[in-house]
């Protein structure tokens, strides 16, 4: 839920008080930005993306209707950039996720040969989800990563729940078929 005050500078922005708009930007950067590096992959492509979901807010803070949370419609904002940017990108570039928190130091066994293999799973992954469709990276991202419920992700996205447990689904599938891929011989066995 948000606070009162978050409500009260929606109120603001809406009636052009662009110092309440600049609050709420401070308020929702971290979580906008963060989103936005999920969905692009990498740094330099992630401001890019915020910088165009806050100038698309600053829009259009005056038709939102508050049937939503503000950082429920900044997601919605920023998932459609995202797709929007990735779409017009003629190459993308692949990074791995950054290390924010290291899985392996809370691994019981401080194996280096763990370690390596983490690391290696994590390019494999990272490499996999940059490699889908931005819909889908969007979705799996908003579920996996940000663990919202289909109902959530369907309204950032302006999708029906269905559609976002389809393309969950899709998405789910083909980061299987990329990381484990079957031989031919298998395939047909399964």
């Known amino acids: 839920m948000e606070s009162k005050q978050v409500e009260q500078l929606v109120e603001e922005a809406k009636e052009g ?4 708009f600049e609050s709420l930007v401070r308020q929702t950067y971290a979580d906008t930005y963060t989103l936005a590096y999920r ?29 939503a949370q503000i950082t429920t419609w900044l997601h919605r904002i920023t998932a459609n950039c995202a797709s929007t940017y990735l779409g017009r990108k003629v190459r993308h570039r692949h990074e791995p996720l ?24 994590r ?13 889908l990276r969007a979705v799996v991202v908003l579920r996996d990563i940000y663990d ?9 996205l302006d999708i029906s729940e269905s559609a976002a447990k389809v393309r969950l689904h899709r998405a789910r599938k083909r980061l299987r078929e ?3 891929p079957l031989g031919e011989e298998e395939a047909h066995a399964v």
């Open 39 to 67: 969905l692009v992959g990498n740094e330099e492509d992630a401001r890019d993306v915020v910088q165009e979901t806050y100038l698309r807010a600053h829009k259009g803070i005056k038709k939102f209707r508050g049937d």
């Open 148 to 156: 919202l419920p289909h109902e959530l992700i369907a309204e950032q």
């Open 17 to 20: 008080d662009h110092r309440a």
């Open 123 to 135: 390019s494999q992954l990272t490499e996999a989800l940059m490699q889908l469709p931005p819909k």
């Open 178 to 180: 990329r990381l484990y």
């Open 98 to 121: 950054p290390d924010e928190t290291d899985i392996a130091d809370e691994h019981p066994q401080r194996d280096p040969v763990f370690r390596a293999d983490l690391n290696v799973l």
